[in-house]
């Protein structure tokens, strides 16, 4: 016996297929929508962990601000409390200079040299004076130039005949002309006077020409 399908069987294959194909979508989707919805998740919590990372990183930078100023703070008063302390050093290192200074001028001036005023102004001496003659006064400046301790740099200023009876103070001649001379030297700081012998091995500048030649004139 022969069984003929009268049914319409390929329609029937494809609506199956149709509703195959469409629930294999819906499937897709919802596989696609929960995978889209799990990782936003992931990051929605990566980026909460990120923003709390960044508070706390925030809050210690602040701290670390505050702390940086307290030190910059310190730092300024360390400074000023080394300078405060070089000052005392360096005025208990001074204090004994001039006695330095009046003591290499008795040393370095020859004889027939009178000093009239003595003026120190930081690091520069000033002399004023008069001499019984010009080589006085260049014998002078070799000596403060060679072989003083203290004293360097020696510049005479200048130098210009005068009677021995003008002037009060002026030692007496027996009105002999004698010169009238003004001078500028440097002065050596303690720790720079300690470490140079005195002479030419120290280094002192030698004389300068204009000064010899003002100091040879008559």
């Known amino acids: 016996m022969i069984l003929i399908n009268l049914l319409p069987h390929r329609e029937e294959k494809r609506r199956r297929r149709k509703v195959a194909f469409f629930a294999g979508l ?3 989707a919802g596989v696609g929508l929960g995978i889209v ?10 980026t909460a962990a990120q923003q709390e990372r960044n508070a706390f990183l925030t809050a210690e930078i602040k701290k670390l601000e505050v702390q940086i100023k307290d030190i910059a703070t310190l730092k300024s008063e360390i400074e000023a409390l080394k300078a405060r302390q070089k000052a005392v050093e360096d005025l208990q290192i001074d204090r004994n200079v001039p006695v330095h200074i009046l003591n290499e001028l008795v040393k370095q ?3 027939g040299i009178y000093f009239k005023t003595i003026k120190q102004d930081g690091q520069t001496l000033s002399v004023s004076g008069i001499a019984q003659t010009q080589e006085r006064i260049s014998e002078l400046l070799r000596n403060t130039a060679y072989s003083s301790e203290w004293l360097v740099r020696p510049e005479l200023i200048e130098s210009k005949a005068t009677n021995a009876s003008s002037g009060p103070n002026a030692p007496k001649d027996g009105g002999r002309q004698l010169f009238e001379f003004g001078m500028r030297l440097a002065v050596k700081r303690p720790q720079e006077a300690a470490s140079a012998p005195a002479g030419a091995a120290s280094g002192a500048a030698p004389v300068t020409p204009a000064a010899a030649a003002a100091a040879k004139k008559v």
Do not use: I, S
Not at 37 to 46: A, E, H, I, P, R
């Open 109 to 111: 001036t020859p004889e």
């Open 37 to 46: 919805g799990l990782w936003f998740l992931v990051v929605q919590q990566m």
């Open 26 to 28: 819906g499937v897709a």
